[in-house]
Each structure stands twice: as structure tokens, then as C-alpha cells.
Antibody, heavy 120, light 108 residues
Framework: QVTLKESGPVLVKPTETLTLTCTVS??????????VSWIRQPPGKALEWLGY???????SYSASLKSRLTISKDTSKSQVVLTLTNMDPVDTATYYCARIRDGGSPFQYWGQGTLVTVSS | DIVLTQSPGTLSLSPGERATLSCRAS???????LAWYQQKPGQAPRLLIYRASSRVTGIPDRFSGSGSGTDFTLTIGRLEPEDFAVYYC?????????FGQGTKLEIK
């Protein structure tokens, strides 16, 4: 059974760095062509793709966030980490992680999401 | 980047009616790697359709997808009360994996 779960702070201050962890089970981050993508959704708004990382460490980021966003993984812990620097109130959103596969893969498995609020 | 434009923004229908949702891409979607998701309040999106027309196992057959290239459609044959939600299309043929802005399907 594939599961993903996001964890991290619910509140961050402007200019701080957000670190979120996606802990996965039911698959291995070391399996060929396996990966995790991050998506966010501001309250009442649409989904926004942020980036992904694959088992071979291939990464891709949204152009609008590329200068602030880093996605990394710890295969031994079955975790993928999102780091977003210089947080702003517009970054307030529910952050989701989802499993993907290389070679064209829709997002069939999602975490429950975690709401992060940016406020002083 | 591929921009996905969904229409209409809101669709008001009654249970039992047929719903037709549109997703138009600014350029051709590679290999028709276009997916449809359903999202209900407080929940993560649920994958319904992938590769434009393939239904995920367990999704009722009243949901169907069609289209290719730049024009895609999600059709819900006879609306059930649980179908009223927000629907998103997404292209995953190449990075960035963009989403449409969503269509809200509401009860009339």
C-alpha cells in the first residue's frame, strides 16, 4: 500500500525558511524511475506544481520558485524534503507531496497535505 | 511552459444531468499525457483519468476522458450527488507539470 505523509511547521514568519518532509511507504525512493513531486494550493485557489526529484537525483523546479526552492531526499529514511527560503504571506498554502514515475506519470498517490501559514 | 485553460470556471447542473468540462493547452501535450483530478473540500486531489482517456481502476464508468493534442474533455455521464466538486486537468508530458485553474461543478 502506497502512502505519503507531509510534516512540518504550521506557521512560519516572513523571511524564514520552510522545511517540509514527505515520508513515504509502500515503495522505495531507490527504485529505478521512482520519484516524488511537490504541489501546493493557496486557500481557495488552484493547484500549483512546485518540482520533483527522482531516484537518480534528477530534479526539476518551477521557474517562478527556482531561486528559492530545493528538493532533496534521504533514501534510507524514505523521506523527501522541500526547502523554501525567504517565505512570504503569498506562500501560505496547503503543501502536498505525490508519487511519480519517470517516463510520464500522473499523480495517483498523494499525501493528505499540510497547511502552512506565513504570518508574523 | 504549457498553459492549461479550463472552461467553464463554474458549471451549475442537477443530479442526473451530463457534465462536459474542457481543458485547452497552449501547445500540444506530449504523448497526450493529460490527467483529470477531482478535489473535494479538505481533501487531496483524486486521479480520475490519465493519458487523456484511460480511467483509473475503481473510478465509475460515468467518468470518461477524450481529446488529443491541445483539446481535451472530461465528461460525466449522469451526475451523482458525490460528483459535485472541483476538477483539474494537468499535463505531465514534460516539466513543468502544469495544472489548469479548475472547474467548479456545483449543484443547480
Amino acid at each position: 500500500q502506497v502512502t505519503l505523509k507531509e510534516s512540518g511547521p504550521v506557521l512560519v514568519k516572513p523571511t524564514e525558511t520552510l522545511t517540509l518532509t514527505c515520508t513515504v511507504s509502500g515503495f522505495s525512493l531507490s527504485n529505478a524511475k521512482m520519484g516524488v513531486s511537490w504541489i501546493r494550493q493557496p486557500p481557495g485557489k488552484a493547484l500549483e506544481w512546485l518540482g520533483y526529484i527522482f531516484s537518480d537525483d534528477e530534479r526539476s523546479y518551477s521557474a517562478s520558485l527556482k531561486s528559492r526552492l530545493t528538493i532533496s531526499k534521504d533514501t534510507s529514511k524514505s523521506q523527501v524534503v522541500l526547502t523554501l527560503t525567504n517565505m512570504d504571506p503569498v506562500d501560505t498554502a496547503t503543501y502536498y507531496c505525490a508519487r511519480i514515475r519517470d517516463g510520464g506519470s500522473p499523480f495517483q498517490y498523494w499525501g493528505q497535505g499540510t497547511l502552512v501559514t506565513v504570518s508574523s | 511552459d504549457i498553459v492549461l485553460t479550463q472552461s467553464p470556471g463554474t458549471l451549475s447542473l442537477s443530479p442526473g444531468e451530463r457534465a462536459t468540462l474542457s481543458c485547452r493547452a497552449s501547445q500540444s501535450v506530449s504523448s497526450d499525457y493529460l490527467a483529470w483530478y477531482q478535489q473535494k473540500p479538505g481533501q487531496a486531489p483524486r486521479l480520475l483519468i490519465y493519458r487523456a482517456s484511460s480511467r483509473v481502476t475503481g473510478i465509475p464508468d460515468r467518468f470518461s476522458g477524450s481529446g488529443s493534442g491541445t483539446d481535451f474533455t472530461l465528461t460525466i455521464g449522469r451526475l451523482e450527488p458525490e460528483d459535485f466538486a472541483v476538477y483539474y486537468c494537468q499535463q505531465y508530458g514534460g516539466s513543468p507539470y502544469t495544472f489548469g485553474q479548475g472547474t467548479k461543478l456545483e449543484i443547480k
